[in-house]
Nanobody
Framework: QVQLVESGGGSVQAGGSLRLSCVAS????????IAWYRQAPGKQREPVAT???????NFADSVKGRFTISTDNAKNTVYLQMTSLKPEDTAVYYC????????????WGQGTLVTVSS
């Protein structure tokens, strides 16, 4: 079992920045995929940023150039740095981890709310 705890959400005006953090209960060396997802009101949860085996990263087109994902392996923490925030970035942001042993294990954090006002 992996516990994921997010923090850093809040309210910000358009154009502002926020940094989300997600602390995992075990070392990233055992986790193959770490990602941030978000779910806006009335919409499906969608991937925002993904890092695979601590190397390659992928971003949703809507956040490319504005968001970055990084990890601090010593702290078992993944960050989502969000800049130039837009009202459409308003959502609950979730941390997501996948361990491919097999079987594949998938874990979600409880989410943190980001509200961007215009």
């Amino acid at each position: 079992q992996v516990q994921l705890v997010e923090s850093g959400g809040g309210s910000v005006q358009a154009g502002g920045s926020l940094r989300l953090s997600c602390v995992a209960s075990q070392s990233f060396s055992s986790i193959n995929v770490i990602a941030w997802y978000r779910q806006a009101p009335g919409k499906q949860r969608e991937p925002v940023a993904t890092t695979i085996n601590g190397g390659s990263t992928n971003f949703a087109d809507s956040v490319k150039g504005r968001f970055t994902i990084s990890t601090d392996n010593a702290k078992n923490t993944v960050y989502l740095q969000m800049t130039s925030l837009k009202p459409e970035d308003t959502a609950v942001y979730y941390c997501y981890a996948v361990i491919i042993r097999p079987p594949v294990e998938r874990y979600w954090g409880q989410g943190t709310l980001v509200t961007v006002s215009s």
